[in-house]
T-cell receptor, first 116, second 120 residues
Framework: AQKITQTQPGMFVQEKEAVTLDCTYDTSDPSYGLFWYKQPSSGEMIFLIYQGSYDQQNATEGRYSLNFQKARKSANLVISASQLGDSAMYFCAMREPNFGNEKLTFGTGTRLTIIP | EAEVAQSPRYKITEKSQAVAFWCDPISGHATLYWYRQILGQGPELLVQFQDESVVDDSQLPKDRFSAERLKGVDSTLKIQPAELGDSAMYLC??????????????????FGPGTRLTVT
């Protein structure tokens, strides 16, 4: 089974609108972390936001927020007031504990295009 | 701001040739990762180092790929011989997480700009 599932291969959004990128995950471990990364066409992966499985509140970082629904195993990224510079690939990733040897498992990504 | 450095940024090579990529992590980061990202997919871990030791190379095609981090600082990933299917982006990342800090450090990985490999 896929550990991270991103069901939206591509999305087109009007500038200044809010956008939600979907991510579901699969793990049996009670302790895990969820990450969102942005990858512009230049290729580098840019960290956006992190949510720990025990965090009581949804994570927020500026225009980014993570809608964490633990029972549904969902960790959707919400971008408010989208900008042209938000056009990029977005990857959801999960880290499961392994005593310091953690690795990230990535989804297949969503290509977001902001329309002026 | 400290960054992960990678070189070269782009590499074109013919199949059966040898190719090498270099990565210099953020100073002080104990953990270094090499990922391969095929076009249209998410990155997949090839190898993970804790200081100079390999802690996970289960997805590294060991018949042609090798990786080293001799002094626990910078690292080299080598492919010999390269095959057409090796065309991909190779990403290096580093993290301050170690066996001593894993339970208090959420383990953000900082990525370099990547090396885009084309095998012809």
């Amino acid at each position: 089974a896929q550990k991270i599932t991103q069901t939206q291969p591509g999305m087109f959004v009007q500038e200044k609108e809010a956008v939600t990128l979907d991510c579901t995950y699969d793990t049996s471990d009670p302790s895990y972390g969820l990450f969102w990364y942005k990858q512009p066409s230049s290729g580098e992966m840019i960290f956006l936001i992190y949510q720990g499985s025990y965090d009581q509140q949804n994570a927020t970082e500026g225009r980014y927020s993570l809608n964490f629904q633990k029972a549904r195993k969902s960790a959707n990224l919400v971008i408010s007031a989208s900008q042209l510079g938000d056009s990029a690939m977005y990857f959801c990733a999960m880290r499961e504990p392994n005593f310091g040897n953690e690795k990230l498992t990535f989804g297949t990504g969503t290509r977001l295009t902001i329309i002026p | 701001e400290a960054e992960v450095a990678q070189s070269p940024r782009y590499k074109i090579t013919e199949k059966s040739q040898a190719v090498a990529f270099w990565c210099d992590p953020i100073s002080g980061h104990a953990t270094l990762y090499w990922y391969r990202q095929i076009l249209g997919q998410g990155p997949e871990l090839l190898v993970q180092f804790q200081d100079e030791s390999v802690v996970d190379d289960s997805q590294l095609p060991k018949d042609r790929f090798s990786a080293e981090r001799l002094k626990g600082v910078d690292s080299t990933l080598k492919i010999q011989p390269a095959e057409l299917g090796d065309s991909a982006m190779y990403l290096c990342a580093s993290s301050s997480t170690s066996r001593d800090t894993w339970n208090v450090d959420f383990g953000e990985q900082y990525f370099g700009p990547g090396t885009r490999l084309t095998v012809t």
